[in-house]
């Protein structure tokens, strides 16, 4: 796809965060609609992956480890056709295969239940070392949160996967400033984050703009290239991004829109397509 056609993607998939969020009255759009375009092109661009057979053995695989952010990862599935679009109006309704954290046993396209903040990071490192040890072709993609790079577990799987040079794994740090409680200066900031993810051997790549197409396509394409050690892709992005009232304010990081709200998100949403 092109970068235009894969921000149309993108805004397409930030509208499936809106609508399954509103319709679920709770959930967490901030961080969702941030990652909408790191997301999109993973599934739409970078993963090899095949929604009529969601589970085929050289598939690559996509480790969601801030997994709040759930709704970004269903509206990419169901806009890619794991799933019907109609489903995100389920989210976290009872008796839905679309919960608050994914569930790799209940959604197609899922590889890894994650929820527990810090721990994603160690299955994606698992399953990239598996590839090496079985001879796989697949590559292995974990996101995280910069609040969630707080967590000791985070470093204790970098390490391991710098040690052992895995460079089928490419993790990306969704850089935007903000957590639950505050600014990640106010709460524990783990700057600098590129110079630590070296420290543990990663090669690393800086990007910008991670709401960026053209700039996301360098990166991953930079990280492809790389051998002999994992690679990290540090975003800056921005929380909320696509609905106006909500870009980089902290409140929206679990709350659901209103009524009039989502209205007013889906409008300029709708703008965009």
């Known amino acids: 796809m092109s970068d235009d056609e894969l921000k149309k993607v993108a805004n397409e998939v930030r ?8 319709a679920a009255k709770s959930g967490h759009p901030g961080g969702s609609l941030g990652a909408a375009d790191i997301v999109t092109y993973l599934y739409f661009e970078e993963m090899n992956i095949d ?6 053995a050289d598939r690559d695989r996509f480790v969601l480890s801030k997994g709040h952010c759930a709704p970004a990862l269903y509206a990419a599935l169901a806009e890619c056709g794991f799933f019907p679009k109609e489903d995100l109006e389920t989210l976290r309704h009872i008796g839905s295969h679309l919960q608050g954290h994914p569930n790799m046993n209940d959604t ?16 994606a490192v698992g399953m990239a070392l598996a590839a ?14 910069d609040g969630e790079i707080e967590e000791g577990q985070v470093w204790e799987a970098a390490m391991f996967a710098g040690n052992h040079g895995l460079d089928n794994l490419c993790l990306i740090v969704d850089h935007n400033g903000l ?14 984050i590129a110079d630590k993810f070296r420290a543990f051997k990663f090669h690393v790549v800086e990007v910008a703009d991670g709401n960026d197409m053209a700039q996301l396509r360098a990166a991953f394409a930079e990280a492809r290239e790389t051998a002999g050690m994992p690679t990290c892709i540090v975003c800056e992005t921005v929380k909320g991004k696509g609905v106006s009232f909500m870009e980089n304010q902290v409140g929206w990081h679990g709350k659901a829109p209103n009524d009039e709200q989502f209205e007013q998100a889906m409008a300029e949403l709708a703008k965009e397509a």
Request: one cysteine or more; glycine letters at 14%.
């Open 51 to 56: 929604p009529a057979d969601p589970h085929k």
């Open 179 to 192: 957590q639950i409680d505050g600014s990640i200066e106010e709460v524990n900031s783990a700057m600098p």
């Open 132 to 145: 090496k040890h079985w001879g796989d072709t697949y590559r292995t993609y974990c996101l995280l949160g």
């Open 108 to 123: 197609p396209g899922v590889d890894m239940s994650t929820g527990s903040l810090g721990q994603g990071i160690s299955a």
């Open 15 to 22: 509208k499936g965060i809106v609508t399954a969020v509103h």
